[in-house]
Each structure stands twice: as C-alpha cells, then as structure tokens.
C-alpha cells in the first residue's frame, strides 16, 4: 500500500518541437491539404508529400554538434533529391535560402545522423525568439500498397554531443 508517492523528473534541455507554419512547404503540397480528401492532415495515395522537421534548443544551455536522423516508414518512398535545409531566416516564418543536402549515393541524406550546427543557441522562453532555428524538409511518396486510413508515423532523431536523443 502507497500512502504517498511522488516522481519527479529533471531534464536541463527539454525539448518543444512543434509543427512547421505551411509557408516551408513548397509548391501546394502543405499541411491540412490534400485535393483527394476532406480530412485533415490526409494525404493522397498518388501524390508526394513533404515532411519537414524543425530544430530549436529550448533547452537551459548552448547545444554542441547537433545531428538529425530519420529512417523512414515502410509506407513512404523517398524521393531523391529534395532534401534541404534552412539556417537563414528573413523573420520567424520566412527562410532566406534553403540549401540542398546532397543524397548520399541516391540514398536518403538522413538515414544516418546528418550534422545540422555545430553550436546552436537556446531559446528564449520570455519571447519565444530561436536565433538558431534549423528547418529541414524532403519529399516523399506513398507505396503503391497503402492501405485506405493507414496511419503514417515518422519520428526524427535530434542529438547533440550530450548523447540525449529527442523524438520528434
């Protein structure tokens, strides 16, 4: 029998990750859109799709050698060359420039830990400014077997030289 029970956790970088506004997300195939459905977040069984993952440090402390990694669904089939990222903001939504990550050997850049920033600030809770924001986006396709309301998960891994994996 408990008569009290308490669990504390501590975590100095806990991570806030979010979804990205739709303007990174070029040419029409963004976020609650998809012409062959009503349904939100849906995506059509035919057509490419984007994923993109945002990287920010809200966290107490400055992050050292950040790297991202994504294995990919069984559902989805990458489609080479379209990945990019961002480092250069024009204000908090708009990117200056993206560059193109090259693939490796017609493979997906992000099978294997892809480094990101060598340092990256933390975030300032007070007004919500990330100086360092990181944005990375790819294009991928449906299998042809996709099951009607199959559910796609994708989960990044973002590191840092303190061995912490964050799920995103």
């Excluded at 308490?6 to 029409?28: C, E, F, H, L, Q």
Aim: net charge negative.
């Amino acid at each position: 029998i408990f008569t009290n029970f308490m669990v504390v956790s501590v975590d100095t970088k806990a991570p806030r990750y979010d979804i990205p506004p739709n303007i990174n997300t070029p040419n029409g195939r963004e976020k609650h859109f998809c012409s062959c459905s009503t349904q939100p977040d849906a995506v059509c069984f035919d057509a490419p799709f984007y994923y993109t993952i945002k990287v920010e440090n809200w966290g107490d402390d400055i992050s050292t050698n950040v790297t991202v990694q994504d294995k990919l669904p069984p559902q989805v089939t990458y489609v080479p060359g379209t990945t990019e990222m961002c480092k250069d903001w024009k204000n908090s939504e708009t990117c200056n420039k993206w560059i193109k990550i090259e693939d490796k050997n017609g493979r997906f850049p992000l099978e294997e830990p892809y480094p990101v920033a060598d340092i990256m600030g933390y975030c300032d809770v007070m007004t919500s400014e990330c100086p360092d924001t990181i944005m990375i986006r790819f294009k991928v396709l449906p299998r042809p077997e996709l099951q009607k309301h199959e559910v796609i998960e994708n989960t990044a891994l973002i590191s840092d030289s303190s061995g912490l994996v964050y799920r995103s």
